[in-house]
Protein backbone atom coordinates (compact mmCIF):
# COMPACT_ATOMS: atom_id res chain seq x y z
CA UNK A 1 0.00 0.00 0.00
CA UNK A 2 3.08 2.52 -0.38
CA UNK A 3 3.50 3.74 3.26
CA UNK A 4 6.85 3.23 3.56
CA UNK A 5 8.84 6.31 4.60
CA UNK A 6 5.60 8.31 6.14
CA UNK A 7 5.44 8.78 9.59
CA UNK A 8 2.26 8.29 12.02
CA UNK A 9 0.69 10.32 13.40
CA UNK A 10 -0.28 11.15 16.96
CA UNK A 11 -2.93 8.67 17.99
CA UNK A 12 -4.47 9.46 21.20
CA UNK A 13 -7.59 8.59 23.58
CA UNK A 14 -10.32 11.10 23.98
CA UNK A 15 -9.42 11.89 27.42
CA UNK A 16 -5.23 12.52 26.76
CA UNK A 17 -6.08 14.40 23.43
CA UNK A 18 -5.86 18.27 23.67
CA UNK A 19 -9.53 18.95 23.55
CA UNK A 20 -8.55 22.96 22.45
CA UNK A 21 -6.96 21.45 19.33
CA UNK A 22 -9.69 19.96 17.86
CA UNK A 23 -12.17 21.66 15.82
CA UNK A 24 -15.73 22.31 17.26
CA UNK A 25 -17.56 20.75 14.41
CA UNK A 26 -15.43 17.62 14.23
CA UNK A 27 -15.27 16.54 18.09
CA UNK A 28 -19.01 15.22 18.14
CA UNK A 29 -18.05 13.14 14.51
CA UNK A 30 -14.57 11.62 16.67
CA UNK A 31 -17.07 10.97 20.33
CA UNK A 32 -19.61 9.82 18.57
CA UNK A 33 -20.14 5.75 20.00
CA UNK A 34 -22.80 4.84 17.77
CA UNK A 35 -23.12 3.48 14.01
CA UNK A 36 -21.00 5.92 11.77
CA UNK A 37 -22.98 4.32 9.09
CA UNK A 38 -26.55 4.88 10.68
CA UNK A 39 -25.46 8.48 11.44
CA UNK A 40 -24.18 9.26 7.90
CA UNK A 41 -27.28 8.17 6.17
CA UNK A 42 -29.12 10.20 8.61
CA UNK A 43 -27.21 13.25 7.73
CA UNK A 44 -27.61 12.90 4.25
CA UNK A 45 -30.87 11.68 4.24
CA UNK A 46 -29.98 8.54 3.11
CA UNK A 47 -28.01 9.58 0.20
CA UNK A 48 -24.91 7.42 1.06
CA UNK A 49 -22.85 4.88 -0.84
CA UNK A 50 -19.61 3.33 -0.26
CA UNK A 51 -16.73 3.46 -2.92
CA UNK A 52 -14.73 0.55 -2.52
CA UNK A 53 -10.43 2.01 -3.04
CA UNK A 54 -9.01 -1.15 -2.54
CA UNK A 55 -8.97 -4.76 -0.90
CA UNK A 56 -6.46 -7.24 -0.56
CA UNK A 57 -3.43 -8.92 1.88
CA UNK A 58 -0.96 -6.31 3.71
CA UNK A 59 1.17 -5.70 6.25
CA UNK A 60 -0.65 -3.64 8.93
CA UNK A 61 1.31 0.05 10.28
CA UNK A 62 3.35 -0.56 13.62
CA UNK A 63 0.74 1.00 15.80
CA UNK A 64 -1.92 -0.90 14.06
CA UNK A 65 -0.18 -3.79 14.44
CA UNK A 66 0.45 -2.97 17.96
CA UNK A 67 -3.32 -2.58 18.75
CA UNK A 68 -3.92 -5.48 16.93
CA UNK A 69 -1.90 -7.67 19.30
CA UNK A 70 -0.10 -8.87 16.21
CA UNK A 71 3.63 -9.97 15.55
CA UNK A 72 5.33 -7.90 13.35
CA UNK A 73 5.41 -9.94 9.97
CA UNK A 74 1.88 -10.69 10.57
CA UNK A 75 -1.03 -9.84 7.47
CA UNK A 76 -4.40 -8.95 7.49
CA UNK A 77 -6.84 -8.52 5.12
CA UNK A 78 -7.27 -4.45 4.57
CA UNK A 79 -10.14 -2.57 3.17
CA UNK A 80 -9.94 0.90 2.32
CA UNK A 81 -13.48 2.80 1.07
CA UNK A 82 -14.65 6.18 0.88
CA UNK A 83 -18.37 6.62 2.66
CA UNK A 84 -20.02 8.98 0.19
CA UNK A 85 -22.66 11.08 0.64
CA UNK A 86 -24.36 13.37 -2.00
CA UNK A 87 -22.06 12.03 -4.57
CA UNK A 88 -19.04 13.09 -2.41
CA UNK A 89 -16.87 11.36 0.02
CA UNK A 90 -16.93 12.84 3.59
CA UNK A 91 -15.42 9.85 5.41
CA UNK A 92 -12.15 7.32 4.09
CA UNK A 93 -12.10 4.58 6.05
CA UNK A 94 -10.14 1.56 6.77
CA UNK A 95 -10.62 -1.62 8.04
CA UNK A 96 -8.05 -4.32 9.39
CA UNK A 97 -8.96 -8.07 9.65
CA UNK A 98 -5.63 -9.99 11.07
CA UNK A 99 -5.49 -13.53 9.65
CA UNK A 100 -6.18 -15.06 13.06
CA UNK A 101 -9.54 -13.19 13.00
CA UNK A 102 -10.78 -14.58 9.82
CA UNK A 103 -12.86 -17.75 10.81
CA UNK A 104 -16.59 -17.24 12.32
CA UNK A 105 -18.71 -13.84 12.02
CA UNK A 106 -15.45 -11.95 11.11
CA UNK A 107 -14.71 -14.12 7.74
CA UNK A 108 -18.02 -12.71 6.26
CA UNK A 109 -16.50 -8.96 6.37
CA UNK A 110 -14.26 -10.05 3.78
CA UNK A 111 -17.04 -10.33 1.28
CA UNK A 112 -18.94 -6.95 2.18
CA UNK A 113 -18.39 -5.71 -1.52
CA UNK A 114 -19.95 -1.96 -1.37
CA UNK A 115 -22.06 -2.95 1.28
CA UNK A 116 -21.15 -0.64 4.29
CA UNK A 117 -18.83 -2.45 7.36
CA UNK A 118 -21.24 -0.33 10.32
CA UNK A 119 -24.47 -2.40 9.38
CA UNK A 120 -23.11 -5.50 10.06
CA UNK A 121 -20.91 -4.79 12.96
CA UNK A 122 -23.45 -2.88 14.55
CA UNK A 123 -26.06 -5.65 13.73
CA UNK A 124 -23.78 -8.69 15.32
CA UNK A 125 -24.51 -9.19 18.82
CA UNK A 126 -21.49 -10.88 19.57
CA UNK A 127 -19.54 -7.17 18.33
CA UNK A 128 -18.01 -5.51 21.77
CA UNK A 129 -16.42 -1.79 21.15
CA UNK A 130 -12.99 -1.49 22.59
CA UNK A 131 -10.33 1.64 22.66
CA UNK A 132 -10.99 4.23 20.57
CA UNK A 133 -8.09 6.79 19.57
CA UNK A 134 -8.07 9.80 17.90
CA UNK A 135 -5.92 11.97 16.08
CA UNK A 136 -4.85 15.32 13.93
CA UNK A 137 -3.26 14.03 10.24
CA UNK A 138 -1.29 15.84 7.99
CA UNK A 139 1.06 15.48 4.88
CA UNK A 140 3.44 13.33 5.54
CA UNK A 141 1.25 11.17 8.05
CA UNK A 142 0.32 7.83 7.08
CA UNK A 143 -2.96 7.48 5.81
CA UNK A 144 -3.15 11.12 4.87
CA UNK A 145 -2.48 10.56 1.40
CA UNK A 146 -4.84 7.54 0.83
CA UNK A 147 -7.66 9.13 2.27
CA UNK A 148 -7.20 13.10 0.68
CA UNK A 149 -5.64 11.49 -2.99
CA UNK A 150 -8.79 12.51 -4.97
CA UNK A 151 -9.37 16.15 -2.98
CA UNK A 152 -8.10 19.70 -3.78
CA UNK A 153 -6.29 21.38 -1.09
CA UNK A 154 -7.03 18.98 1.95
CA UNK A 155 -4.43 20.32 4.60
CA UNK A 156 -5.24 18.55 7.28
CA UNK A 157 -7.73 15.80 8.53
CA UNK A 158 -8.82 14.39 12.21
CA UNK A 159 -9.49 10.40 12.25
CA UNK A 160 -10.50 8.07 15.18
CA UNK A 161 -9.53 4.20 14.98
CA UNK A 162 -11.52 1.58 17.01
CA UNK A 163 -10.53 -1.38 17.82
CA UNK A 164 -13.56 -4.16 17.35
CA UNK A 165 -13.85 -7.72 18.65
CA UNK A 166 -16.42 -10.07 16.73
CA UNK A 167 -17.07 -13.14 18.58
CA UNK A 168 -13.75 -12.03 20.57
CA UNK A 169 -11.55 -11.86 17.23
CA UNK A 170 -9.99 -8.38 16.97
CA UNK A 171 -10.33 -6.30 13.83
CA UNK A 172 -9.45 -2.32 13.88
CA UNK A 173 -11.59 0.33 11.69
CA UNK A 174 -9.85 3.56 10.99
CA UNK A 175 -12.12 6.23 10.01
CA UNK A 176 -10.76 9.96 8.70
CA UNK A 177 -13.18 12.67 8.41
CA UNK A 178 -12.93 14.35 5.39
CA UNK A 179 -13.25 18.12 4.29
CA UNK A 180 -16.62 18.20 2.64
CA UNK A 181 -18.55 16.54 6.11
CA UNK A 182 -20.84 18.79 7.84
CA UNK A 183 -20.05 19.96 10.98
CA UNK A 184 -21.64 18.75 13.66
CA UNK A 185 -23.48 20.44 16.51
CA UNK A 186 -23.07 18.49 20.02
Not at 62 to 82: D, F, H, K, N, T
Request: aromatic share 6%; charged share 20%.
Amino acid sequence: MGLKGWREPNWETWSRLRHHAVPVGIADWLCDRGSLTSRLKHASSGDFSVNVLRQGWARPLPSERRLLGMRRAGIAVVREVELICHGVPWVFARTLIPVRSLSGPARRLTLLGDRPLGEVLFADPTMQRGVTEMARLLPGHQLFGSATQHLQNAEVVWGRRTLFHLAGKPLLVNELFLPDIPESRP
